[in-house]
């Protein structure tokens, strides 16, 4: 069955530092990857999308690459800002398949 | 715009409690989730529906009940609470079931039960 697998966190950083959060997925057809993140106290909210290989999305400086050879839809920012403290969930989906499956998220703190 | 709106946002039950956990969303989403969030499992869906009269189980179904009688509202119902459904529930919907589209997520509902 379709499944997501991410780092395990904490991850800690100083402001300015470089982020990557690995995302690996196991799928059985040709997957939407995305990315999400949640804030404290707070649903998840779409960070950034990819729907086919070698695609990338990104948004308030954040990238990923879906790579379909490596399974893998790695999240990165080459500078961390404090207010970029949250959990990052890594999320695949099926056309048609009616479901979407979440990584265990990874938690970032960024600190001054 | 309200987007998705969950209640209540806290809840404590005794075991064997009923409730039921409410979900509407004024985006016109024919997709409507519940998910439960645990500490080091990520998200887990527990149903779904693809439209009103349409429901279907997802991961972790037991336990929960759903009924999709309108296309706004997806309510959630614990039939006899148990403590290892003390969670955190989120309620999420989207635009059709294309598999690209995004997810909006409620708040979430915060359950203890004791």
């Known amino acids: 069955g379709d499944s997501v697998t991410q780092m395990e966190g904490p991850v800690t950083l100083s402001e300015e530092a470089f982020l990557t959060i690995n995302c690996t997925y196991t799928a059985t057809g040709y997957p939407s990857l995305f990315w999400y993140v949640q804030y404290p106290g707070e649903g998840l909210q779409l960070l950034l999308k990819a729907t086919k290989a070698d695609d990338k999305g990104s948004n308030k400086g954040f990238e990923a690459t879906y790579r379909k050879e490596t399974t893998s839809f790695h999240l990165e920012k080459g500078s961390v800002q404090v207010s970029d403290s949250a959990v990052y969930f890594c999320?695949?989906?099926?056309?048609?398949?009616?479901?979407?499956?979440f990584g265990s998220g990874t938690k970032l703190n960024v600190k001054p | 715009n309200a987007g998705v709106t969950q209640t209540p946002k806290f809840q404590v039950l005794k075991t064997g409690q009923s409730m039921t956990l409410q979900c509407a969303q004024d985006m016109n989403h024919e997709y409507m989730s519940w998910y439960r969030q645990d500490p080091g499992m990520g998200l887990r869906l527990i149903h779904y529906s693809v439209g009103a009269g349409i429901t279907d189980q997802g991961e972790v179904p037991n336990g929960y009940n759903v009924s999709r009688s309108t296309t706004e509202d997806f309510p959630l119902r614990l039939l006899s609470a148990a403590p290892s459904q003390t969670s955190v529930y989120f309620c999420?919907?989207?635009?059709?079931?294309?598999?690209?589209?995004?997810?909006?997520f409620g708040s979430g509902t915060q359950l203890s039960v004791l």
């Open positions: 999320a695949l989906s099926e056309y048609n398949f009616n479901k979407f499956y």
């Open positions: 999420a919907s989207s635009y059709n079931t294309q598999g690209a589209e995004k997810l909006f």
